[in-house]
């Protein structure tokens, strides 16, 4: 489980295909310290377990289910990821609980700067909707983000100058993919709505159904 807040902005030092998945290096200092392999460690919002730790850097290996769902598809040597530690018991979660399990990836259509924040703009596909709601939280990246503004494909977030400057948001530009995690109590609270109303997926609930069913009052 993890916070959003990251925690230091490394790079991939080496990334291989392989059967089943990709073995993958991270350069990186901070998130080494106290580190050892079984460590769960999320690179851009993706909880990945450390396999073996060096001196500035650690290996993993990435699964073909997260290479299929995930940024890391197009993931080269070189590339800047986002870092973050798995949260300890009895530590401060700052942002919201994050799982590291990435359900879609999303565009970035815009970044601009606003007075001394940024303003950013990121499209989702449609069955990413049901989980995402206004002043709601979402993860881009394993960033910990509040949603400002809504459109039916897109959502608008505002960036802090810490988290701009601290993250790999910085060098960002419009048109690239970045990583979707949604509010996790949302997510299972929509799929046991969902469950309790004999509805196969979220898509499937409406305003309709949870009046009914007593869900929400008129």
């Known amino acids: 489980m993890f916070t959003g807040i990251i925690e230091e902005v490394g790079e991939i030092g080496r990334i291989q295909r392989q059967p089943g998945g990709a073995a993958m290096d991270v350069r990186c200092r901070l998130v080494l ?89 990121v499209s989702f596909p449609d069955d990413f909707q049901p989980f995402v709601i206004e002043k ?28 701009f400057e601290k993250t790999t948001f910085a060098l960002k530009r419009s048109g690239d993919s970045v990583n979707l995690e949604p509010d996790l109590i949302l997510k299972y609270v929509r799929s046991a709505v969902a469950s309790f109303l004999g509805v196969k997926s979220d898509s499937g609930l409406t305003l309709e159904k949870l009046l009914r069913s007593g869900f929400i009052a008129d």
């Open 33 to 121: 310290e106290e580190g050892r392999p079984g460590d769960s460690i999320a690179v851009n919002g993706v909880c990945l377990t450390v396999e073996e730790i060096k001196d500035g850097w650690f290996s993993c290996t990435v699964s073909e289910e997260s290479l299929e769902r995930t940024t890391l598809r197009n993931a080269a040597v070189g590339d800047p990821v986002n870092l973050e530690r798995a949260l300890a018991l009895g530590g401060r979660v700052g942002g919201h609980l994050v799982s590291g399990h990435v359900e879609r990836t999303g565009t970035i259509k815009s970044l601009v700067r606003a007075g001394r924040s940024w303003t950013l703009v």
């Open 136 to 163: 709601g939280s979402v993860a881009v990246d394993g960033v910990s983000l509040t949603i400002a503004g809504l459109q039916r494909d897109r959502f608008e977030v505002s960036l802090i100058p810490e988290t």
